[in-house]
Nanobody
Framework: QVQLVESGGGLVQPGGSLRLSCAAS????????MGWYRQAPGKQRELVAA???????NYSDFAKGRFTISRDNAKNTMYLQMNSLKPEDTAVYYC?????????????WGQGTQVTVSS
């Protein structure tokens, strides 16, 4: 079974930084796209940023210039460096991985990590 373990969330003051990590493990043949999503209370889950297996990157408008997505293919790990954090960035952040296993290509989600931006 593919497992995703997220880490790096927490409480930070406005203007601060956090770095999220998402490590995938299990019977993975390959990892295709990886992405970060977030969901604030009372709101729908939304894309933060995504990165393909060859490094093509897409950011949502609110993430451009402040967040940086990256991945280490050797470690099956994805990162999200978040700078200049704002209170409106407060949400549960989820990673999603499209992984190919013996069952084919499937979406897998992490358990989520809370990010709270507050003074």
């Amino acid at each position: 079974q593919v497992q995703l373990v997220e880490s790096g969330g927490g409480l930070v003051q406005p203007g601060g930084s956090l770095r999220l990590s998402c490590a995938a493990s299990g019977p993975i043949f390959s990892i295709n796209a990886m992405g970060w999503y977030r969901q604030a209370p009372g709101k729908q889950r939304e894309l933060v940023a995504a990165i393909s297996s060859v490094g093509w990157i897409n950011y949502s408008d609110f993430a451009k210039g402040r967040f940086t997505i990256s991945r280490d293919n050797a470690k099956n790990t994805m990162y999200l460096q978040m700078n200049s954090l704002k209170p409106e960035d407060t949400a549960v952040y989820y990673c999603k991985v499209v992984a190919t296993t013996s069952f084919g290509a499937t979406d897998y989600w992490g358990q989520g990590t809370q990010v709270t931006v507050s003074s």
